[in-house]
């Protein structure tokens, strides 16, 4: 019996926290929530101070095969790029530890060169939160997206390079 | 022939910079190498100041599966955690941001209750840089790596909690 209250404990844990990719709204330019990302594999890891924030970017198999055979500029189409931001906390057991703390948002980048020729080749889309709210008013956020990555239109509009791995 | 140049100095790269998992020796406890971890997902990203490093622990299925239904305390058997631990470096054209520098190791820890038993029912296994270089001089380097772990005895030895994922 204490066994089956824990297992519906942890099942309304689920429910609260996260919403199915299915039931996600699309972003303002069309762009839906890729299918099981949180199964993809790791590019990269990176943080920012200037908002206290740390993440991990994660690639769909196109990106992650570029990655790893170095074609990375240009990114070849199909490839996805996905971010997953947290707020950066500190560890209680290790004091110069930094941990991840709330979720703020996961972004993903797509490479489509002629579909998405109008922001670069890629198209920007993000969902806010643990409900994964689509971000943007309208379709015009992209161009936001794109004004902050034009200091790396040399490298095919991507900030991150693939980590080195054994 | 340009472009087969181009593919054999890919090639050459990769030989140089990253040893075949079946070509690395284990540990001194006799802990291999897990095959394919580079392919796991993502339980969480940490970085410390006092080294000035930043890493992403991945899962094997076992562990994701835990980890996700919140089955950490203690971790089953057959979980395996991976860290991936690179030199923080400065990201070149946003200099807030901080990415991963050189690769430092790559180190884990296997749940087994029974076999690890002398060691909080962990076994531990660390293979530094790109070549992969077993670390320890005996098998008496767990020691280390459980007094490390001491202050986290109360959450099974692990200092990693899963990064709440949407």
Same mark, same amino acid.
């Not at 055979?69 to 906390?89: M, Q, T």
């Given at each position: 019996m204490q066994r089956q209250i824990l297992l519906l404990a942890a099942c309304c844990i689920g429910l609260s926290t996260a919403v199915a990719a299915d039931k996600v709204g699309p972003a303002p330019n069309g762009i839906t929530l890729p299918a099981g990302y949180k199964d993809w594999r790791v590019i990269s890891v990176s943080s920012r101070t200037d908002n206290n924030t740390m993440r991990v970017i994660l690639g769909n198999d196109? +990106? $992650?095969?570029?990655?790893?055979?170095?074609?990375?500029?240009?990114?070849?189409?199909? +490839? $996805?790029?996905?971010?997953?931001?947290?707020?950066?906390?500190?560890?209680k057991h290790w004091e110069k530890a930094v941990v991840p703390g709330n979720l703020v948002h996961a972004e993903f980048m797509t490479k489509d060169s002629k579909k998405y020729a109008s922001t670069g080749g890629w198209g920007y889309a993000r969902w806010l939160g643990l409900d994964q709210k689509p971000y943007g008013k309208d379709a015009n956020f992209a161009n936001e997206c794109v004004a902050c990555h034009t200091p790396v239109k040399g490298q095919d509009w991507v900030y991150t390079r693939p980590a080195r791995f054994p």
């Open positions: 196109v +990106a $992650i095969a570029a990655a790893r055979e170095g074609r990375i500029n240009p990114w070849p189409n199909g +490839a $996805i790029l996905g971010k997953v931001v947290w707020k950066s906390d500190k560890d």
